[in-house]
Nanobody
């Protein structure tokens, strides 16, 4: 399984970005997916997760109401819509996947077997 994340860039505070993560090599709908981020000098942290069907989602408290995770299994793609961006959202964002037969949402890094290369988001003040 290969994950390709894209959509990062430079945005002003208050702006919006949508990240995409394309899954190749296997059927994306068989995988629970998640987004994590790593800010400069900090550890990587959970941002949002979505179940294989897309019916269940979970968010870090810091992004609830601000970010939205979704997926299109026909396109084998997961999205992270980010709005009202703040300088503290500046980070490299990673998508992750794990094959699951149940419709669970995963929050922890060690639950995921596959990782994308990361896409950088910079929010200027």
């Amino acid at each position: 399984v290969q994950l390709q994340a894209c959509g990062g860039g430079l945005v002003q505070a208050g702006g919006s970005l949508t990240l995409s993560c394309a899954v190749s090599g296997r059927t994306g709908g068989d995988y629970a997916m998640g987004w994590f981020r790593q800010a400069p000098g900090k550890e990587r942290e959970f941002v949002a997760g979505i179940s294989r069907s897309g019916s269940r989602t979970n968010y870090a408290e810091s992004v609830k109401g601000q970010f939205a995770i979704s997926r299109d299994n026909a396109k084998n793609t997961v999205y992270l819509q980010m709005r009202s961006l703040k300088p503290e959202d500046t980070a490299v964002y990673f998508c992750a996947a794990d094959h699951r037969v149940t419709n669970v949402v995963l929050r922890y890094q060690d639950e995921y077997d596959f990782w994308g290369q990361g896409t950088k988001v910079t929010v200027s003040s």
